[in-house]
């Protein structure tokens, strides 16, 4: 069991790349961990916390000083002005793994067989 709460080692693979994406949305307090897609955390913040990034603080829990500093590769990091739904985390992690993401006709592209 980790020391910090909410990181046990489950949460998040070791030794393979993992799609991470996390969520929060101030308003509600709503916070959301993915990994590759899935939904693995939900959980609301009360009171909810002020957003602050800080130059150099990605990778990192920063709390005046730096704690917990992330021990690992990142790949790609995207930030955005609202959460993203968990519809929109899936479609990311679809395209980072090359699946299509356009639904499909059936009606058209399959021929009946009867």
């Not at 916070?31 to 939900?42: A, F, N, V």
């Not at 959460?83 to 699946?99: C, D, E, F, M, S």
């Amino acid at each position: 069991m980790s020391q910090f709460p909410r990181s046990e080692t489950e949460s998040v693979p070791v030794d393979r790349w993992v799609h991470v994406v996390t969520t929060y949305d101030q308003g509600t307090g709503e916070q959301k961990l993915y990994c590759d897609g899935r939904l693995m955390l939900d959980v609301v913040a009360s009171p909810t916390v002020p957003v602050e990034l800080v130059e150099a603080s990605l990778g990192a829990w920063e709390n005046g000083n730096t704690v917990r500093p992330l021990d690992a590769d990142v790949d790609e990091i995207a930030i955005y002005s609202v959460a993203l739904t968990p519809q929109q985390v899936r479609q990311h992690y679809q395209v980072a793994k090359g699946i299509s993401t356009v639904p499909v006709d059936f009606a058209a592209s399959i021929r009946p067989l009867l």
